[in-house]
Antibody
Framework: EVHLVESGGGLVQPGGSLRLSCVAS????????MTWVRQAPGKGLEYMAN????????NYVDSVKGRFTISRDNAKNSLYLQMNTLRVEDTAVYYC???????????????WGQGSLVTVSS | QSALTQPPSASGSPGQSVTISCTGT?????????VSWYQQHPGKAPKLMIY???KRPSGVPDRFSGSKSGNTASLTVSGLQAEDEADYYC??????????FGTGTKVTVL
């Protein structure tokens, strides 16, 4: 069974930094593209960034380019999101998501973690 | 990239059908057959219901179906059940590793 477990969320002041982690299990982690999707309180879903199987290709939504960095460690079955220069509007639940169903699919979000709440406030 | 447009709400009685629209542009929905749909119950993570416009992942009931015409995609839930009451989001690939979600639709089972 596929499991994605996020950690690292919390309260941070504007301008601060936070690193989210996600540990994957139940599938061949290194065979799938991975992504982060966020959801502000009471709002819709928003794609943040994705990363290819070996970490050599990374893509970001314009609003976080230069501030957020996605990375992965296939030896640890882990995905990361380093968030710098955080803004109040970055407050959201951040989901670690695996693309699927096939290993070549980069257009559907098949498995989701439970989410990690990041609150940016002074 | 602007969010895809969905109606804020939709409703139907048990056993009836409800269809949710998702309107984009020629840069996303109109060009790519990579529209997916997600169901989200309160306080829970989203669940993939439809991908590549019409395909159902394993385990999703065949009461859920997807379609597309021009710049608008649709999700139909047939034979509505109480557990179908949830928020539904569409998503489309928009080229160059860009993805855009819909504004979301709250489905109520009367």
């Amino acid at each position: 069974e596929v499991h994605l477990v996020e950690s690292g969320g919390g309260l941070v002041q504007p301008g601060g930094s936070l690193r989210l982690s996600c540990v994957a299990s139940g599938f061949s982690y290194s065979s799938y593209w991975m992504t982060w999707v966020r959801q502000a309180p009471g709002k819709g879903l928003e794609y943040m960034a994705n990363i290819n199987r070996d970490g050599s290709e990374k893509n970001y939504v314009d609003s976080v380019k230069g501030r957020f960095t996605i990375s992965r460690d296939n030896a640890k079955n882990s995905l990361y999101l380093q968030m710098n220069t955080l803004r109040v509007e970055d407050t959201a639940v951040y989901y670690c998501v695996r693309y699927g169903p096939s290993q070549t699919t980069k257009t559907a979000y098949e498995y989701w973690g439970q989410g990690s709440l990041v609150t940016v406030s002074s | 990239q602007s969010a895809l447009t969905q109606p804020p709400s939709a409703s139907g009685s048990p056993g009836q059908s409800v269809t949710i629209s998702c309107t984009g542009t020629s840069s996303d929905v109109g060009t790519y057959n990579f529209v997916s749909w997600y169901q989200q119950h309160p306080g829970k993570a989203p669940k993939l219901m439809i991908y590549e416009v019409t395909k159902r992942p394993s385990g999703v009931p065949d009461r859920f179906s997807g379609s597309k015409s021009g710049n608008t995609a649709s999700l139909t839930v047939s034979g509505l059940q109480a557990e179908d009451e949830a928020d539904y989001y569409c998503c489309s690939y928009a080229g160059s590793q860009n993805y855009v979600f819909g504004t979301g639709t709250k489905v109520t089972v009367l």
